[in-house]
């Protein structure tokens, strides 16, 4: 009888430690890999400079889900950095309504500026979300602020070491990129 509770509590342990492992990734919904800015302007398919004017949540017309609604950000296009020859006027922005499906909530009341890189649906509407460049853009230093222009497109041809996204140096046939925009050559 007692090899029998033994193994039963065995068992059960066992459950709920497949159990937790499943649900591991259900419960932490989204996640993106540490990646520099260069990185992710470089993946980006548009990179914009943006003033949010407004918000409101919208859903495809063929879905009723609650997880199909999308945020629609309107917003003033600033400066293009990338995808001039994707998109040239953006209006809107979509992100998921929900933080797990890697939605992020922008400040649409006070007008801020912010850096947004994202990807273009067949549609032509653009896509931003948790695992792209959407940074305010007073919270960008001077140098990345410059970077943008040139030096993060010059260094796309680069691969950045995961362990130095803060100081990493990447070398080319042609130039010497820092990627963190401190220094060229």
């Known amino acids: 009888m007692a090899l029998s509770q033994e193994r039963s509590a065995c068992l059960g342990l066992w459950v709920l430690l497949l159990l937790g492992a499943g649900m591991e990734e259900v419960v932490e919904g989204c996640s993106c890999h540490p990646a520099h800015p260069q990185q992710l302007f470089c993946s980006a398919e548009i990179v914009i400079r943006a003033k949010i004017s407004g918000e409101k949540i919208v859903s495809p017309s063929n879905s009723s889900s609650p997880y199909m609604k999308m945020i629609q950000y309107e917003i003033k296009m600033i400066k293009m950095f990338k995808g001039f020859n994707k998109a040239k006027d953006i209006q809107y922005v979509y992100t998921p309504v929900f933080s797990s499906l890697c939605g992020v909530k922008l400040d649409s009341n006070n007008k801020a500026g912010y850096l947004l890189s994202g990807s273009m649906w067949s549609d ?16 960008l230093s001077l140098s990345q602020k410059k970077n943008l222009n040139y030096r993060y497109q010059m260094g796309c041809e680069c691969r950045v070491n995961q362990h130095l996204l803060h100081s990493a140096v990447c070398i080319n046939r042609r130039t010497r990129v820092l990627v963190d925009g401190l220094a060229a050559g």
């Open 124 to 139: 032509g509407r653009i896509s931003i979300g948790q695992c792209d460049l959407v940074e305010s853009w007073d919270n």
